[in-house]
């Protein structure tokens, strides 16, 4: 057989009904931060099914990340597949920032949707771009490598976990629970042994890649005064990081996107003479994480000329710069050959103004590309008539190309000899 039959007999193996179902039986599945037991126990019944090795590993009380393996015959590279089982939609409206809050006229929303098939070209679920239909292409494209009875060398490894979008512990000084903490799931993952040679992230990309996801960095700005009206001075301090907003923004440009700087609490003591305000910026891979904390202090500098008794504290709380993965990394060259062969084109390198776990994934080793079925902004147009009601919705054809991809991937870098002790990026 040939190479290219070779191609064409695992991309034809994908069973399209198959992907389509769990796309919209994950869809159905509420799973807000905090709150995705759940979609992790439906999985753990999926991946044994198709016949992986599957465990639910616990990450916090009802909490668990969803881990299947394919395991090879050793010797060869292998390939995580990572996705968040958590979605923007609030469960408890406190879970939340109020930058995070989608959906609905007033920002928050307790009804999902319902997922269903609209006609032969979308489905529609409750964040069904973010990121269920990347994990129903993961699913697909494995079923479609098992089926196809290749020989794979390295391991094949599908994650799903918890905890990878915001939830606001941070700026109600509240909770010092470790399970509250962003990107969690991964993190947990990395540190119990889930490791990888090298790994796809599908957040929604419209089939575009991403090599450079923003970085993030959170503090918290304490101003200490007596005498003074902590409420107007919280009030001149949020007024002042609100009005740098834009310049901030501007000032580091990046591929015609500008970093977001948030504001995501405020807290009084008036006992003490004390108010924090939390903020959440982020960078790109052009920024120091820690000029950018000083960049803060400066504005605070120019403020404090106007208040002369107040002494202000900025603390940085988490710092997570952002990474790049090169062109040449074996999994992107994989990607593009994987991305041309089933859609007959070279792919589009896209940029992309969020953080996540792939930034979490590159620093602990694993070089991870972005691509996935889903909407991104800037991208080909979706249904929907916000960029949050579009992640509702999921092109067909978007979804199997993906899982195609996948595959191929798959059956591509699994099937490779590890090269003695070298890292495949010595390839």
């Known amino acids: 057989m040939t190479n290219q039959e070779s191609w064409l007999r695992i991309a034809s193996a994908v ?9 919209l039986e994950l869809a159905e599945i509420y799973s807000p931060t905090g709150s995705e037991n759940a979609v992790a126990e439906y999985l753990h019944g999926e991946y044994r099914k198709i016949g992986l090795h599957s465990k639910l590993q616990p990450v916090a009380p009802q909490r668990c990340n969803a881990i299947a393996r394919l395991q090879g015959t050793g010797g060869g ?32 929303t307790d009804r999902p949707i319902k997922a269903l098939q609209i006609d032969e070209h979308w489905l529609t679920g409750q964040e069904i771009g973010n990121m269920k239909c990347a994990m129903a292409a993961y699913l697909g494209a494995i079923d479609a ?8 060398k390295g391991d094949i490894i599908l994650a799903g976990v918890v905890g990878a979008d915001p939830t606001p512990a941070w700026a109600e000084s509240t909770s010092n629970d470790q399970g509250d903490q962003i990107g969690v799931g991964t993190k947990f993952m990395l540190n119990n042994g889930i490791y990888a040679d090298m790994c796809i992230l599908g957040e929604p990309t419209s089939l575009g890649v991403a090599l450079a996801p923003f970085g993030r960095v959170r503090l918290k700005v304490t101003s200490i005064g007596t005498g003074i009206d902590q409420f107007e001075l919280t009030s001149e301090i949020v007024s002042a990081f609100e009005s740098w907003r834009s310049e901030y923004g501007k000032a580091h440009t990046f591929h015609n996107l500008q970093p977001s700087l948030s ?3 405020v807290h009084f003591q008036p006992a003490s003479s004390e108010s924090s305000v939390y903020l959440e910026l982020r960078t790109t891979p052009h920024q120091n994480s820690l000029a950018a904390v000083d960049e803060v202090r400066e504005v605070l500098s120019r403020l404090q000329k106007h208040n002369s008794p107040v002494e202000t504290i900025v603390e940085p709380l988490m710092i997570e710069p952002s990474t790049v993965v090169a062109p040449d990394q074996p999994v992107v060259r994989s990607l593009f050959q994987a991305h041309t062969r089933v859609c007959g084109t070279q792919p589009q390198i896209l940029y992309v103004p969020w953080s996540g776990d792939a930034n979490r994934l590159n620093q602990s080793g694993i070089p991870t590309v972005i691509y996935g079925p889903g909407w991104n902004i800037g991208s080909k147009g979706y249904k929907g008539d916000t960029s949050y009601n579009a992640m509702n919705y999921q092109n067909i054809d978007d979804l199997v190309s993906a899982t195609r991809v996948y595959s ?20």
Not at 15 to 23: F, L, S, T, Y
Not at 92 to 105: D, E, L, S, T
Not at 145 to 152: A, C, K, V
Not at 408 to 427: E, K, N, V, Y
């Open 263 to 265: 504001i995501a609490g």
């Open 15 to 23: 069973d399209v009904n198959k992907v389509i179902r769990w796309a």
């Open 145 to 152: 490598i098992i089926r196809s009875e290749l020989d794979l």
């Open 77 to 108: 590279y292998s390939l995580m597949l990572n996705c968040h089982l958590d979605t923007f939609l609030l469960g408890n409206p406190q879970r939340r920032f109020h930058f995070a809050k989608r959906g609905g006229k007033d920002g928050v």
């Open 408 to 427: 191929l991937m798959m059956a591509d870098i699994a099937t490779r000899s590890r090269a003695g002790t070298r890292h495949p990026d010595a390839d």
